[in-house]
């Protein structure tokens, strides 16, 4: 039973950060999204104390190693503009496969050669 | 999962939005299962195999999309929580992560520029609507920062939120092999990479493959966004 409550005030610890940020985001009108700002939040807190309390730790992952669950109802919605996309159905595809190919390419490249350069480098190289 | 068919009928009767959180919950359920009998790979995306059936039976029994979204936006809400969360595998990981912010910066710089260039110059090469270029350009960011740059932009939010979607799972669906044809070894840049292309949807799949993925997927997602939600819209202004 006490093991349930620190898990529930965890993730109430997860929720208020995630409002707080939303909320501050919503009120300076910034161009950061809410929750980036309330990883920042929960990030200080955890810096702070120096270290990750137990109960917090095995909330979050949790919900890291579920998180495509909560991606779903993102994908159902998708159903919704099928129509939309019918007339512009092969540049849509060509653009969505390579654009990722090339974007992953770019990242990973630029990642590895300043790596590299900066003497930085991690195991698999 | 007999107990939760006896709980469908249970709560379908209390709470729409309960019934569809649980019916969600048991094709992902049976999306792990299928992905974890066939070794954990990529191709079977948890996200792709879950709501494909969720699809077909909305068509089927004519359900309006809508009703289904009653549960759905209280999943989606749970995003906001469950990716502060982020900040618990970016502490343990801070060292390694401070030691890496050039390689970070070199790959956020040309990797949301790629991504959003290479969209726009593919669906005009071939001939796509000015309204779809304008709903793929910010394919790669989440959803809500992506919606509000079409908007900005000309496009339209919802079908950009659609391209998001999808470019998450292509991301998650083919990275590895992406990966590995590209000789992209190092966990840091793969899961980097996996979150400039294909933000939270590829750092879904990467905190499946591993931590260090996952957290640098992770920062890579949200980096991305705030650089192409101040930077998109301004180039856009420059250049048409």
New interface residues.
């Given amino acids: 039973m006490r093991l349930a409550g620190q898990l529930f005030l965890a993730f109430l610890v997860l929720v208020a950060c995630d409002t707080a940020g939303r909320l501050i985001s919503w009120w300076l009108g910034l161009p950061v999204p809410g929750t980036v700002i309330g990883i920042l939040f929960l990030l200080g807190g955890l810096v702070a104390i120096r270290r990750v309390p137990e109960a917090v730790g095995r909330v979050a992952d949790f919900l890291l190693a579920h998180l495509n669950f909560l991606y779903i109802p993102a994908g159902v919605g998708v159903m919704s503009y099928a129509a939309l996309f019918a007339e512009d159905l092969w540049p849509i595809l060509v653009a969505l496969f390579a654009s990722t190919f090339l974007a992953m390419l770019a990242a990973g490249y630029a990642f590895m050669a300043v790596a590299r350069l900066t003497g930085n480098r991690e195991r698999g190289e | 999962m007999s107990d939760i068919g006896i709980k469908l009928i249970y709560w379908d009767r209390v709470f729409e939005a309960g019934f569809w959180i649980l019916v969600?919950?048991f094709?992902?359920y049976l999306?792990l299962r299928i992905q974890r009998a066939l070794g954990g790979t990529p191709l079977a995306?948890?996200?792709?195999l879950?709501?494909?059936p969720?699809?077909g039976l909305?068509?089927a029994a004519d359900i309006w999309?809508g009703d289904?979204?009653g549960?759905?936006?209280a999943?989606?809400w749970?995003?906001?929580?469950?990716?502060?969360?982020?900040?618990?595998?970016?502490?343990?990981n801070f060292a390694r992560v401070r030691?890496?912010l050039?390689?970070?910066?070199?790959?956020?710089?040309?990797?949301?520029?790629?991504?959003v260039v290479?969209?726009v110059l593919?669906?005009d090469a071939?001939?796509?609507?000015v309204e779809?270029i304008r709903s793929?350009a910010p394919?790669?960011v989440?959803?809500?920062?992506a919606m509000g740059i079409a908007e900005e932009i000309g496009g339209?939010p919802?079908?950009a939120?659609?391209?998001v979607?999808?470019?998450?799972?292509?991301?998650a669906v083919?990275?590895a092999a992406?990966?590995q044809l590209?000789r992209?070894?190092?966990?840091?840049?793969?899961g980097?990479?996996?979150g400039?292309?294909?933000h939270?949807?590829g750092?879904?799949?990467a905190?499946?493959e591993n931590e260090v993925q996952?957290t640098f997927s992770?920062i890579?997602m949200?980096l991305n966004?705030?650089v192409t939600?101040?930077v998109l819209p301004l180039l856009w202004l420059a250049f048409s």
């Fill in positions: 969600t919950l094709f992902y999306a995306n948890p996200v792709l879950a709501a494909a969720i699809i909305l068509i999309v289904y979204m549960g759905g936006q999943l989606l749970l995003l906001g929580p469950a990716t502060v969360g982020i900040a618990v595998p970016l502490y343990r030691s890496a050039l390689p970070m910066a070199a790959a956020l710089v040309t990797g949301s520029t790629v991504a290479s969209a593919i669906g071939m001939g796509a609507s779809t793929l394919k790669s989440t959803t809500p920062i339209y919802s079908l939120a659609a391209f979607i999808l470019t998450g799972i292509v991301g083919f990275g992406f990966f590209l992209i070894r190092d966990e840091r840049a793969k980097f990479a996996m400039i292309a294909a939270g949807i750092t879904a799949r905190f499946q996952g992770g890579a949200a966004g705030i939600a101040l």
